[in-house]
């Protein structure tokens, strides 16, 4: 039986929708959302229905940057197909996704059990989404905003793209938070890590959904709510990204950074008193 009906459904995508380009941890978020709909956070068909409504939000990225996706593949099947058209820098960002994309995978398969297990807990989610508060703080402020996206290299590539570890492992740490500040602390300007965070999760995001789909099904998810979910999820997400691009082009990550540290220090609160169970 399901654990998630078509209205609880709709909360959900929009908040996964809303949060999953944030750096604000769409993780956290769902979790809370499940925690105050009296939701079991880990049941099997909860986790797997929360991965499979990523692919909404990552349809919308698909959407929103098709002009972009459509110019670098064009660039790969030319470099894969003629030698002298490797050096072009959207060929080589190809296959700097694809090497980037690697370490996550093979850390989301090796720690999957502890990701679906005691990784899950709220308090662990209060905790990540406070410090990588501080991580982002930092890094807006040690970055020096001076590469654009044209400048981008395989080094940044590599450690923007493992970054995603550390919001794998600890869900309220936030994927975008820490590919943003990463690319920041590498002299990235908010542009040019921004964009970058959203080509880099394409595949991971992409992936886990999919891989999880046939769980989601099997353990119970109901059609109807997964599909509801993903759907407006793809519509929200789409409105967050083109609102997030226009707001880091002149604003600092400060809103952020003071929203994740009252959300995470609400959480613990709740945790305390009892109101929530991790």
Known sequence: MSAIGVGQAVILGVVEGVTEFLPVSSTGHLKITEGLMNIPVD????????????????????????????????????????????????????????????????????????????????????????????????????????????????????????????????????????????????????????RLSFFLGIPALTGAGVYELKDAVGAGAAVAPLAVGTAVSFAVAYASIAWLLKYIARHSFNVFVFYRIAVGALLFALLTTGTLHA
Not at 138 to 146: E, F, I, L, V
């Open 43 to 194: 049941d099997p068909s909860v986790v797997a229905f929360t991965a499979v409504i990523q692919v909404g939000a990552i349809a919308a990225v698909l959407l929103y940057f098709a002009k972009d996706i459509g110019r670098i593949a064009r660039a790969w099947g030319r470099g894969l197909r003629h030698r002298d058209e490797r050096h072009h820098h959207d060929y080589r960002f190809a296959w700097w996704v694809v090497y980037a994309t690697i370490p996550v995978v093979v850390v989301g398969l090796a720690a999957k059990p502890l990701i679906d297990g005691p990784l899950g807990s709220l308090w662990v989610v209060a905790g990540s989404l406070v410090v990588g508060s501080g991580l982002m703080w930092a890094a807006d402020r040690m970055g020096r905003h001076r590469r654009g996206e044209n400048d981008t290299t395989l080094k940044d590539a590599m450690f923007v793209g493992s970054s995603q570890i550390l919001a794998l492992l600890f869900p309220g740490f936030s994927r975008s938070g820490a590919t943003m500040s990463t690319g920041l602390i590498l002299g990235l300007d908010r542009v040019a890590a921004t």
